[in-house]
């Protein structure tokens, strides 16, 4: 079966760093999404990776090992802002997004 | 009206009633999708329209009725519902041609069944 795991919850502090990992099992690989959501609102998309290695977005990077069945999203300078739900999503063979449950990110002051 | 928009924000019906979601995308995407999101469960697609459509149904129980009439407009028909269908429904839409084009998501229909 196709599977994606993230961690449940995290907690991190206004201004430092947090990585939040994905791990994936998928029928073929045709790219990786991030995506943010704010409770009671919409996913965002946040970012794609399709090759090894990281991309970055301001203060976000996303990483990417095809081999490993990995990712990780980082979030640097750390905002309460930044409290949401992260999504990991993979495109597998078919072209479908495999969605994992979300990893709940509270920041505190 | 920009993205995509999706009425109505919040539903609360009885299983016995008829219901429709709507969802309109002002992006001139060509792919639309039905999302249903339960608490700390990952996004279970519905439902995808390609070029009006429907390429994907993955054994939606029939009580769940999609309707695409034209590549902006897109909805989701409720007939008979059961409370474990309350849940968040996310409509989404892309540009679908094959190239790894994110997904647009609106804002969604909490769904509450009784």
């Known amino acids: 079966g196709q599977n994606i795991d993230q961690p449940t919850e995290m907690t991190a502090t206004e201004g430092a760093i947090v990585q939040i990992n994905c791990t994936y099992q998928?029928?073929?690989?045709?790219?990786l999404f991030w995506y943010q959501q704010h409770a009671g609102e919409a996913p965002t998309f946040l970012s794609y990776?399709?090759l090894d290695g990281l991309e970055e977005k301001g203060r976000f990077s996303s990483f990417l090992s095809r081999s490993k069945g990995y990712s990780y999203l980082l979030l640097k300078e750390l905002q309460m802002k930044d409290s949401a739900s992260y999504l990991c999503?993979?495109?597998?063979?078919?072209?479908?997004?495999?969605w994992g449950a979300g990893t709940k990110l509270i920041i505190k002051p | 009206e920009t993205g995509v928009t999706q009425t109505p924000r919040h539903l609360v019906m009885g299983m016995t009633n008829k219901k429709s979601l709507k969802c309109e995308q002002h992006?001139?995407?060509?792919?639309m999708y039905w999302y249903k999101q339960s608490a700390k469960k990952p996004l279970e697609l519905m439902f995808v329209?390609?070029?009006?459509?429907?390429?994907e149904n993955n054994s939606v129980p029939s009580r769940f009725s999609p309707e695409c009439p034209n590549s902006s407009h897109l909805f989701l028909h409720l007939h008979t519902l059961q409370p474990e269908d309350s849940a968040l429904y996310l409509c989404?839409?892309?540009?679908?041609?094959?190239?790894?084009?994110?997904?647009?998501f609106g804002p969604g229909t909490r769904l509450t069944v009784t």
């Open positions: 999503a993979v495109r597998d063979s078919n072209y479908q997004l495999i």
């Open positions: 329209y390609s070029l009006e459509e429907r390429v």
């Open positions: 990776n399709v």
């Open positions: 992006l001139g995407h060509n792919a």
């Open positions: 998928t029928s073929g690989f045709n790219g």
């Open positions: 989404a839409s892309s540009q679908d041609e094959g190239g790894p084009y994110e997904q647009y």
